[in-house]
């Protein structure tokens, strides 16, 4: 099936070649494109021209719109940057974007090749339908594109004169320098001002005066079929454009188990490097920030996200005054009420709004009043139809403030009062529980000649990793630019034994690599570490000085 292109591929270079020994036997000069006659016949053709081959009304309007998409271009073009960092391989604070560019450990240190199989699962990208030794090759390969480029790459785009730049949250989440290149060439240190990791915005600065900026339009007035053009960097490939159209708003997808969703979908081409680049309306203005794709290959299929840029612009002005996101806090657990579901619940088909499905105790819900089966249908006189439109206006809600609930209960509609208390990411206990105290983590000792930091295993330790090891040492922190991040080696390894001698403490450890380049007389000294990672085992081989 496969030969078919091919052999026309073949054909077309034979044809190709002889046409080229013709012209040459029968006197043709190639100049560049063009051919000219050697042989004085005044009417012999000429290969290019400037005139249509085809002039219609429809050509002309073809033109048109082509002219359109270049003018968007030139007027978004100028500000829109390439970000380019590198990190100590420490875990983020939240889960980064897996899929997406960059090289930092996933939640809880987890490794990012695993968060990308578990990011995918709902868009049935299966990481059990590989054979072990398959996946294995995979992570592999994986990891050594991390260590090559030692970061992630992506794209921003300049949104004020005096050197803010918004992006993604994964795109600068564990890094430790942030670089970014301007499309006119220039170079800058940027340093990350905030990131959000439930929107995935951040937002970056650098120390420049009056450059060029894009220009905000309004995400909510986007319509399913307008034209979308995406401007960024994907696969590194810079000042790319693609051009499509959006397919759908308000797409609620779980590209982050925290987000409400309601991204912008396009098909216009996005792949990895494109994250944090522009999406852009006819008119030049950036309707959303380029975020994920939906693919069970890692390329484009026609299916890409962003974030609206109503939300983004909201989000990266919080961070810039405060360094962090606030959000409100109701302490319930919501799904959507539909005809079907109102039916089942007796009430009127036809009645919008968002289910109440369990109230946690000691919440601001639950010393509000509010009880399963509750149907909110506004929040603070904002009418709410969908439960990610509640979240988002709780979550946008001033922590501490009294919120006022419309509710539906029993046929009647009640106003419910809740004072809301403030959100706490994972890993931070909620309002009004007493989380029992963790045992305290062993102090980490340094491994100097490796650049990392390291410890015994403990079951705090465990927890935090989710370690499947029981010996060894526990890396908790590895030195930017060091010989341990350049070998790929991650927050969370396990390191059982420096060649064949096992090891449990920075001393051993230490000491074993020493007399491991003691042997070496090479300009290159290199140590074996045997690693375990979650469970999976393999010797790394670091370059220790070159």
Not at 79 to 104: C, D, E, L, Q
Not at 350 to 371: D, H
Not at 381 to 397: I, N, P
Request: aromatic letters at 6%; charged letters at 25%; one cysteine or more.
């Amino acid at each position: 099936m496969n030969e078919f292109p091919k052999k026309r591929a073949g054909m077309r270079h034979a044809l190709t070649i002889g046409a080229l020994f013709a012209a040459l036997a029968t006197g043709y000069a190639w100049r560049g494109t063009q051919v000219t006659a050697q042989t004085g016949d005044a009417a012999a053709p000429t290969r290019t021209t400037d005139e249509p081959v085809v002039k219609t009304e429809a050509t002309k309007e073809a033109a048109s719109m082509q002219n359109a998409f270049g003018s968007v271009v030139k007027a978004v073009e100028p500000a829109v940057v390439t970000i380019t960092t590198k990190g100590s391989a420490r875990p983020a604070s939240a889960a980064p974007n897996p899929g997406g560019p960059g090289g930092a450990p996933g939640e809880n240190g987890a490794d990012p090749f695993e968060e990308f199989f578990k990011r995918f699962r709902d868009f049935g990208f299966q990481g059990n339908s590989y054979t072990p030794a398959q996946k294995e090759k995979m992570r592999r390969a994986f990891h050594e594109v991390q260590a090559r480029r030692g970061g992630g790459l992506g794209s921003g785009m300049i949104y004020r004169n005096d050197g803010l730049i918004v992006t993604n949250a994964h795109v600068v989440s564990g890094a430790d320098t942030v670089d970014v290149k301007l499309n006119d060439g220039r170079e800058f240190k940027g340093k990350v001002v905030g990131r959000d990791e439930r929107t995935d915005v951040a937002v970056v600065k650098i120390e420049a005066k009056n450059l060029p900026t894009v220009k905000f339009g309004d995400s909510s007035k986007v319509n399913v079929g307008d034209w979308a053009i995406a401007v960024g960097n994907p696969f590194g490939l810079e000042h790319t454009v693609t051009v499509g159209v959006i397919s759908a708003t308000a797409r609620e997808v779980p590209l982050n188990q925290r987000s409400p969703g309601d991204y912008l979908q396009t098909d216009a081409s996005i792949n990895p490097g494109n994250s944090g680049g522009p999406l852009c309306d006819i008119y030049g203005r950036v309707i959303g920030i380029n975020n994920a794709i939906f693919s069970e290959s890692g390329g484009n299929i026609g299916i890409g996200f962003a974030i609206p840029i109503d939300t983004a612009t909201n989000i990266a002005d919080r961070l810039v005054a405060g360094g962090r996101i606030r959000r409100g806090y109701l302490g319930v657990k919501i799904s959507d009420m539909d005809s079907k579901r109102a039916a089942a619940f007796g009430i009127d088909p036809t009645v919008k709004g968002v289910l109440v499905e369990e109230v946690t105790p000691n919440t601001p819900g639950g010393r509000a009043g509010l009880e399963p089966g509750d149907v909110i249908t506004a929040f603070n006189g904002k009418k709410v139809t969908r439960s990610a439109e509640l979240q988002r206006l709780v979550g946008d809600a001033t922590v501490g403030a009294t919120a006022k609930l419309t509710v539906l209960r029993n046929a009647k509609e009640i106003t419910v009062n809740a004072r809301l208390d403030e959100l706490k990411e994972e890993g931070e206990p909620e309002a009004g529980v007493n989380p029992k105290p963790e045992p305290a983590e062993p102090e980490a000792t340094a491994a100097p000649t490796l650049g990392l930091k390291v410890s015994p295993v403990t079951a705090p330790l465990t927890k935090k990793f989710g370690l499947k090891a029981t010996k060894g040492l526990v890396i908790v922190g590895i030195d930017a630019n060091s010989p341990a991040a350049d070998s790929g080696l991650r927050v969370g390894d396990v390191i059982e034994r420096v060649a064949q001698t096992d090891v449990s403490s920075a001393a051993q450890l230490q000491t074993s690599v020493n007399n491991i380049l003691k042997t070496q007389n090479d300009e290159d000294k290199i140590v074996a570490l045997y690693v375990n990672s979650r469970g999976e085992r393999r010797y790394v081989v670091v370059t220790v000085t070159k």
